[in-house]
């Protein structure tokens, strides 16, 4: 069982910054990767990115490569998404979620990932 809260979320302008963090505890003994996606009111869930358990492989979705970039901190077990640049059609809840079977690999899909945080609003205004 591994449990993640994300955190940093809040109401910015277009245009501003935002870093999310996502604090991960359980069984964290074992290597995972860390995923981060979104879900827009109306719309379905989607990647944003994704980083392995060594952070040599990390993947972002094309309309945030760029301006959002994720790291980790294995020490901390904590994920990262900074976000710069940000735009009104980036306003979603953001997720973090963790892939216990596939570590090394920053996987997009969500069916990949095992546990799920709460999710964080994030809300940009034009």
């Known amino acids: 069982q591994v449990s993640l809260v994300e955190s940093g979320g809040g109401l910015v302008q277009a245009g501003g910054s935002l870093r999310l963090s996502c604090a991960a505890s359980?069984?964290?003994?074992?290597?995972?990767?860390m995923g981060w996606f979104r879900q827009a009111p109306g719309k379905e869930r989607e990647f944003v990115g994704a980083?392995?358990?060594?952070?040599?492989?990390?993947n972002y979705s094309d309309s945030v490569k760029g301006r959002f970039t994720i790291s980790k901190d294995n020490g901390k077990n904590t994920a990262y998404l900074q976000m710069n640049s940000l735009k009104p059609e980036d306003t979603a809840v953001y997720y973090c979620a963790v892939d216990l079977d596939r570590p090394w690999v920053a996987g997009i899909a969500g069916n990949d990932y095992d546990y799920w945080g709460l999710g964080t609003q994030v809300t940009v205004s034009s």
């Open positions: 359980g069984r964290t003994y074992r290597p995972y990767a």
């Open positions: 980083i392995n358990a060594r952070g040599n492989t990390i």
